[in-house]
């Protein structure tokens, strides 16, 4: 990891939620096999898992970027879905459009855009309706 | 409280992960909504849940819970003991129902 950064691209399939979180397991087992703080790594799997469902339950998937330097991870998820009318109340908890069909699963309670602020250092949303979604999402490696 | 005790307590079978009974837990979690599992829960090994698919096991990983405790008489599906196979963690099933499987654990000093 000494000075070049380790990046990393993920397709995230449409509708495909059987899968929906190998890209983050996937990132998880690389932060652990670099010897990331571990605190580090749960905070961004939790924040990039739900960022990943998220996909695949509102957008069709997408895909995401990992960029992973000594000081910080950085993930940037773009979709091409129906974008996020109101962000604003998207980030509030328990505020969700998702279906019963999702909430059978376990997800769909409002949590997940709440849950990536809480996990990650810095947090960018940038959306437009018929145009897609772009979450990036920051967690800093103390040194 | 080793894997293996919860094991006993809940009269449970297991359904993989045999060779990783004795691993230690020290706190559980019983939820069957995992964004509140990923939204709350800290350092807790163990997961009791009724809810039966791949993210189960997924949330679980992304939390480094050890082991996973399906309820009520739940028969995980051939995908998701394969995925936990995948990521060592341990799956148990019980016929006890979440509320009572969480106070026998409970009673027994899991907090």
């Known amino acids: 990891m000494e000075n070049a950064n380790l990046k990393l691209h993920y397709n995230v399939d449409k509708k495909d939620f059987i899968n929906a979180g190998e890209a983050s397991s996937s990132v998880k087992k690389v932060l652990r096999k ?16 739900e960022a990943e469902i998220n996909m695949v339950i509102h957008a069709n998937g997408g895909t995401i970027d990992v960029d ?30 998702a279906g019963d069909n999702v909430r059978e699963l376990g997800f769909g309670a409002g949590m997940g855009l709440p849950n990536i602020k ?18 990036e999402i920051k967690v800093n490696i103390p040194s | 409280m080793k894997i293996s005790v919860v ?16 691993e230690e837990v020290f706190s559980a979690c019983g939820c069957d909504l995992m964004s509140d599992v990923l939204a709350f829960v800290k350092n807790q090994g163990l997961l009791l849940t009724g809810l039966n698919n791949p993210q189960v096991v997924r949330t679980a990983f992304m939390m480094d819970m050890k082991a996973i405790v399906f309820v009520r008489g739940k028969n995980p ?18 016929d006890e129902r979440l509320y009572s499987a969480c106070g026998k654990l409970y009673s027994a000093g899991l907090i």
């Open chain 1, 68 to 97: 992973i330097s000594p000081e910080c991870i950085h993930v940037v998820l773009s979709d091409s879905g129906p974008g996020i009318p109101d962000i604003q109340r998207a980030m509030q908890e328990g505020y969700s459009t």
């Open chain 1, 34 to 49: 670099l010897g990331v703080n571990p605190e580090c790594i749960r905070n961004l799997a939790i924040a990039m898992y």
């Open chain 2, 77 to 94: 599906d051939d995908e998701v003991i394969q995925l936990a196979k995948l990521k060592d963690v341990i799956i148990l099933k019980t």
């Open chain 2, 7 to 22: 094991k006993e307590i809940l009269n449970a079978e297991v359904i993989c992960g045999e060779e990783l009974l004795d």
């Open chain 1, 118 to 135: 809480k996990y990650s250092d810095d947090l960018k949303i940038t959306s437009e309706i018929g145009v897609g979604t772009t979450v």
